[in-house]
């Protein structure tokens, strides 16, 4: 039995259908940039929508099984594209996620750009320090301190500035050889504890550190674990964190700018000698400040 002849009008129907989809899906990719476009878990993103026309773009990701992340757009300096910064978590789980972004035009008419992202493995190094034994197994009243901590920076990092307080490329905070340490799998005394979710930079105790970008001191004192410790909120929940000062020269509150003396570097907290542990943050997620700072945003904000 032979199938039946499909109708001219249908089969152009079908094909125009078709070719509408794959244009569709062509103009999203057009309109809608992602920088680094190899994304990996760990990786800062920059994410560009070229939509002069719109009023409002907004979105999130969706990675696997988590919770969404909100994307908090900005209009760019040239006013014909809007920006988002957003990242992966270093220890995100790999495979598709969902990127849903919307733009409202200036007519009313919604616009939807949204597309599905792949997250490609990292690989990571692994490596086994030594401590003092208080910093594997710390006692009651350490236990005490340290819940307490976690309080306090979950009160810090859940509150930042809604637009932007930074403005072009973040710099490095201090003039020392940095380390390949990020997402490094860490055994402490023989006990797998923590993936390193920040940068070391190889930085003798009295080194200047400075912001590595404009924002609000929004923590600025001794933490168990991290030492004395500067976060500066830099807007739509984007964070730096410079840990194991010896000195701190900022107070909560204050506005600072790029390059300013934060403090001197040190080796107080869990360390195993002196050096700047800087971490960058998005929301919930901890990302790769080497990325960060290779990040070209001169012509962004």
Not at 38 to 56: D, Q, Y
Not at 235 to 257: A, C, K, N, P
Not at 281 to 297: F, I, T, V
Request: some cysteine; overall charge positive.
């Amino acid at each position: 039995m032979t199938g039946a002849r499909i109708p001219r009008r249908v089969y152009w129907l079908v094909l125009a259908s078709v070719i509408s989809a794959a244009t569709g899906r062509a103009q999203t990719r057009d309109r809608v940039t992602i920088t680094p476009a190899i994304i990996v878990a760990g990786s800062p993103e920059l994410i560009c929508v070229r939509v002069p026309a719109a009023t409002t773009v907004a979105g999130e990701w969706s990675e696997g099984t988590g919770p969404a992340q909100k994307l908090q757009f900005f209009r760019g300096r040239d006013l014909r594209a809007w920006y988002a910064l957003a990242g992966i978590d270093v220890k995100a789980q790999t495979g598709s996620s969902s990127l849903k972004i919307s733009a409202r035009m200036a007519s009313g008419a919604p616009l939807d750009l949204s597309r599905a992202v792949e997250i490609l493995p990292a690989h990571y190094r692994t490596s086994t320090l030594t401590v003092a034994p208080k910093f594997v197994e710390p006692g009651p009243d350490e236990l005490t301190r340290i819940k307490a901590e976690i309080e306090l920076k979950r009160k810090v990092f859940a509150s930042s500035a809604a637009e932007p307080l930074w403005s072009g490329d973040f710099r490095a905070p201090v003039h020392a050889p940095p380390t390949d340490s990020f997402g490094t799998r860490r055994t402490f005394n023989g006990e797998l504890a923590s993936v390193h979710e920040g940068m070391d930079f190889r930085a003798e105790t009295g080194t200047p550190v400075r912001a590595g970008n404009s924002g609000v001191v929004v923590l600025a004192r001794p933490l168990y674990y991290e030492g004395n410790c500067v976060v500066i909120d830099h807007g739509q929940g984007l964070f730096t964190i410079s840990m194991h000062l010896s000195r701190i020269d900022v107070h909560e509150g204050d506005h600072v700018v790029m390059g300013q003396l934060l403090g001197l570097s040190g080796a107080t907290g869990r360390v195993t000698g002196p050096h700047l542990h800087w971490a960058v943050r998005w929301q919930n997620a901890y990302l790769d400040p080497a990325k960060m700072l290779r990040m070209n945003l001169t012509n962004v904000h």
